[in-house]
């Protein structure tokens, strides 16, 4: 099978016969998702992005490693995800393991996790052990770009049943045709009531649905005369920096804010997202600061222009800008001082920029509102060093091998339970 082969150029540090085999394989095998092939796509151009910098002795090799690593983390995720090199229907992932910023012990680990063991093939699936989608998928132009699934919204208000996906629907494929750009919103058929989405069955039903995107969420409403609200969630391929190699789709890592059922900036919002993974930052921008700009007056408010600076932000990062990344960061910051995704993005920007003092300022915040993200144990390590702080660095790096260690054993319990 080749998925033994581009684990073997993983594990002897063939990463780019890796990548090169993987795209071959998702080209040649037809069924592989849409999404699969261009997330490939992206680690190809990150890794051909370290090479150069790599030649012209730009980069110091601890972050090489580290971005070395991360790009090989991402190449066994996609390796064990379930659009990938498979025909048949995907199944639901295994739980995955945190991402870290390099971290050799856990590459190793995820390798590990993956070598094909010396067992018999198992049985082929009997049919009803195959999973079935939880929605009926809507059938997509295939001349489309990008592909975006909405699925009725669960309505949890005192009102009669309000079809904010219809609205959502409306909007998004407005606002494509109005940038002239080959997208389309569909809408998938099923119940809400009865299979309302966790992350990961979304993510299982956009392999399903061949979709870049899928959009659920839910309708609350205080009573006949309140606000209505609409708490909005989806996935989209991740997609990364150089500066940190796990950045998903916004509402899926931080607190789930109501947001006002303004459906026009909803749909703006997630576009942008979209066009995000689709490595269009023109377009995000452009939505983005439309947000920015309508927000004062806007009945989504504080949470729609938190959101629209974030999404500057990171489209700021993938464009090397990191100076109007860290302004759009820090606006968000002011409309909400716990954004997760600023905090630990806006330090990692003042490393890279010798900002030593507000680096290590910036990390022990962060670190107390986003613990679990172990990332920042590494960063601190290397702002200490920098600093001249030895101990302090030990300690740090001490911290990281331990949060690792003590996630390898968790997940493998959870993987052998």
């Not at 890796?18 to 092939?37: H, N, P």
């Not at 067992?119 to 998928?137: G, H, M, R, V, Y």
């Not at 990008?146 to 606002?175: A, R, Y």
């Not at 309708?219 to 209505?228: I, M, N, V």
């Amino acid at each position: 099978m080749e998925k033994e082969k581009i684990l073997d150029f993983i594990r002897t540090g063939d990463t780019d016969k890796a990548i090169d085999l993987f795209l071959d394989e998702l080209i040649a095998s037809g069924g592989a998702s849409a999404s699969t092939l261009k997330a490939v796509r992206l680690i190809e151009a990150e890794y051909n992005r370290l090479r150069e910098d790599q030649l012209q002795n730009t980069i110091d090799s601890g972050t090489a490693e580290a971005r070395l690593n991360a790009i090989n983390k991402r190449l066994l995720d996609l390796l064990d995800s379930p659009s990938a090199l498979q025909r048949s229907a995907p199944k639901k992932r295994a739980v995955q393991i945190g991402a870290i910023s390099g971290g050799v012990l856990l590459l190793a680990f995820l390798a590990w996790r993956l070598i094909p063991r010396e067992t018999p093939p198992p049985p082929p699936p009997k049919e009803e052990d195959i999973d079935q989608p939880l929605f009926a998928c809507p059938v997509f132009d295939p001349a489309k770009e990008l592909k975006i699934t909405l699925l009725p919204f669960l309505n949890l208000s005192s009102k009669e049943d309000v079809p904010v996906h219809i609205g959502l629907l409306d909007e998004m494929n407005e606002l494509l045709r109005r940038m002239n750009y080959p997208g389309q919103a569909k809408v998938a058929i099923g119940d809400p009531e009865k299979n309302y989405l966790t992350f990961e069955d979304a993510e299982v039903l956009r392999g399903q649905c061949l979709a870049d995107m899928v959009v659920w969420g839910k309708y609350t409403s205080q009573g006949l005369d309140k606000d209505e609200l609409l708490d909005v969630r989806f996935v989209s391929p991740p997609f990364e920096f150089a500066q940190q190699e796990d950045v998903d789709s916004l509402l899926e890592h931080r607190a789930q804010e109501e947001l006002s059922a303004n459906l026009k900036t909803t749909a703006k919002l997630l576009l942008a997202q979209a066009f995000l993974s689709e490595n269009r930052m023109d377009l995000a921008l452009q939505l983005a600061h439309e947000v920015i700009q309508a927000s004062e007056s806007s009945p989504a408010g504080d949470a729609a222009k938190t959101d629209a600076h974030i999404i500057a932000a990171e489209a700021y990062q993938m464009l090397d800008q990191p100076e109007n990344a860290a302004v759009n960061y820090e606006e968000a910051l002011k409309k909400d001082p716990n954004n997760k995704t600023a905090l630990t993005n806006l330090p990692i920007l003042d490393f890279k920029a010798k900002k030593f003092t507000t680096a290590e300022k910036r990390t022990e915040r962060a670190l107390k509102i986003n613990p679990e993200k172990i990332g920042l144990n590494l960063l601190q390590a290397e702002i200490f060093k920098e600093q001249g702080q030895t101990v302090k660095a030990k300690e740090a790096l001490s911290n990281f091998r331990e949060e690792v260690r003590e996630r390898m054993v968790s997940d493998t319990t959870k993987i052998s339970n």
